[in-house]
C-alpha cells in the first residue's frame, strides 16, 4: 500500500512535557531532584535545569549521558564527571566510569527527571540511558519523571530485531532497529513489562506531549547530538548507523556528518570529500585522505520512501568495494543479530531481508500498542 508523503512539523506544534509545569513542578515540592538531560533539554532555548532553579525546584546535580550535559564531546569518548560552570552544579556523568547511577549517586536525590530528546533508533544511546536510570531508581526507591518529546523517526517501525546475544548499550532490549515510539511510551513499556534488570518496576510517571503527530517528522531545535546536525540526518541515520560497523566514513570530520558516505578506494561516483579534524572529531576516519562516495543529504529516497530505512547504501557500497574486512564487530552489535551480515554477504535482495524481519516485527507491534500515549499511525 502506497505511504502518504511525509510531512515536517515544527515543534512549536506541540507542547512538551516540560512546558507542562502544572503537571509535574507541584510534585517537586519539598524534594531533591536529579535532571537527566543534555542541550537538547530545553524549553525555547533555556535548558530544562535553569528553568527549575528559576521555578525554585531544589535541583541537587545534574547527570549527562554520552556526549555529555551540553552536548561537546564525540560519540563514543569517555565523559567525566565535573561541575556546570553556569549554575555551579555537580555533573555526573553516565558515560564514563558507569553507565548507570550508583545508589552513592543517588542517596542525595528523591526524584530523578528525564528530558532528552530522542530520535527513535535503537543504537542511539540515550534510550538505553533511560532504562538504566530507571532501574537505578527502582532499585534505590526514587521517583522517576520522563518529560515527553516528540520522536522524529516515530513515523515507523522496521528493520531487525535485537537478539539476545548483541545486546550492550547499543541496544538493550528485543526491539526493532526504528521502533516508532517516543521516549515516554518506551519507559512505559520498558517498566511494565518486566525488561529492566531483575524486573524491578520504577515509581514511573511520564508527562506527555500535546498535540503530537505520530505519522509526521519534526523539524528540531537543537541538533540532539554533535554529529546529527539537522533533520537530513536524523531521516538518514537509521540506515546510516549501520556504516559505524563498517570501513566506510559517515562524514565526520567534514560539515555533513551522518549525509555523505565514502572510502579512498571506492571508484563509482564523482563525489568526494576530505575528513579534516575538528573540535568534534579530533580524529576522524581517514583524516586527511580523499573519500569516493554517495551525497545523500537531498536523497529522492527521503521524499519517496520515507517510512521505512534503507538496506540500498550498504548494499552497494559491499559490492562495489568487496573487500573482506568490509564488516568489523561493531556491525552486528548495531544491526542487533549476526543475520543481517550475512545477508549482505550473500547478496540477498532488499525484500528477501524484509521479510526475515516480519515475524519480530509483528511481534513487537502487539507488544509496543499496549503503550501507546498517542494515536497510532492508522
Avoid at 145 to 169: A, C, H, Q, T, W
Avoid at 174 to 183: D, E, F, K
Wanted: net charge positive; aromatic share 10%.
Amino acid at each position: 500500500m502506497a505511504q502518504s508523503p511525509l510531512s515536517v512539523k515544527e515543534y512549536t506544534t506541540v507542547i512538551l512535557g516540560a512546558q507542562q509545569f502544572d503537571k509535574y513542578v507541584p510534585q517537586l515540592k519539598k524534594k531533591r531532584v536529579g535532571v537527566v538531560t543534555n542541550i537538547t533539554g530545553v524549553i525555547n532555548t533555556t535548558s530544562i535545569v535553569d528553568t527549575l532553579l528559576k521555578l525554585k525546584v531544589n535541583v541537587k546535580k545534574i547527570f549527562g549521558p554520552e556526549h555529555g550535559f551540553r552536548g561537546n564531546t564525540e560519540a563514543g569518548e569517555k565523559v567525566t564527571s565535573n561541575i556546570d560552570t553556569k549554575t555551579g552544579l555537580p555533573i555526573v556523568s553516565l558515560y564514563g566510569s558507569n553507565k548507570k547511577p550508583t545508589a552513592e549517586q543517588l542517596k542525595d536525590i528523591d526524584v530523578l527527571i528525564y528530558d532528552i530528546q530522542d530520535i527513535g533508533v535503537r543504537f542511539y544511546t540515550y534510550i538505553s540511558t533511560m532504562c538504566y536510570v530507571m532501574e537505578a531508581c527502582a532499585e534505590s526507591k526514587k521517583e522517576f519523571i520522563v518529560l515527553d518529546r516528540p520522536n522524529p523517526n516515530g513515523f515507523y517501525i522496521d528493520g531487525p530485531s535485537m537478539k539476545n546475544e548483541y545486546k550492550s548499550f547499543l541496544g538493550i532490549h528485543n526491539v526493532p532497529l526504528v521502533y516508532g515510539m517516543t521516549c515516554g511510551e518506551y519507559a512505559r513499556m520498558a517498566n511494565t513489562e518486566g525488561w529492566l534488570k531483575n524486573k524491578v518496576k520504577c515509581n514511573l510517571v511520564v508527562v506527555p506531549l500535546k498535540n503530537y503527530d505520530r505519522k509526521a517528522t519534526y523539524a528540531l531545535p537543537v541538533k540532539p547530538s554533535p554529529n546529527i546536525p539537522n533533520l537530513d540526518a536524523i531521516l538518514l541515520y537509521p540506515g546510516l548507523g549501520l556504516f559505524e560497523g563498517t570501513i566506510i566514513s559517515l562524514g565526520r570530520g567534514t560539515k555533513m556528518p551522518f549525509q555523505v558516505i565514502g572510502h579512498p578506494e571506492y571508484s563509482d561516483t564523482n563525489f568526494s570529500f576530505i575528513p579534516k579534524a575538528t573540535a568534534l572529531s579530533k580524529e576522524p576516519k581517514y583524516l586527511d585522505k580523499r573519500c569516493y562516495g554517495l551525497d545523500l543529504k537531498k536523497d529522492i529516497y527521503l521524499k519517496e520512501h520515507p517510512h521505512k530505512m534503507n538496506l540500498s547504501w550498504i548494499k552497494k557500497m559491499y559490492a562495489d568495494i568487496n573487500k573482506p574486512d568490509f564488516f568489523d564487530r561493531n556491525f552486528n552489535f548495531h544491526s542487533g543479530n549476526s543475520e543481517l551480515q550475512e545477508q549482505l554477504k550473500m547478496g540477498l535482495s532488499e525484500e528477501e531481508i524484509r521479510k526475515t524481519w516480519q515475524k519480530d516485527l509483528e511481534n513487537f507491534k502487539i507488544i509496543r500498542k499496549k503503550y501507546l500515549l498517542y494515536p497510532d499511525f492508522n
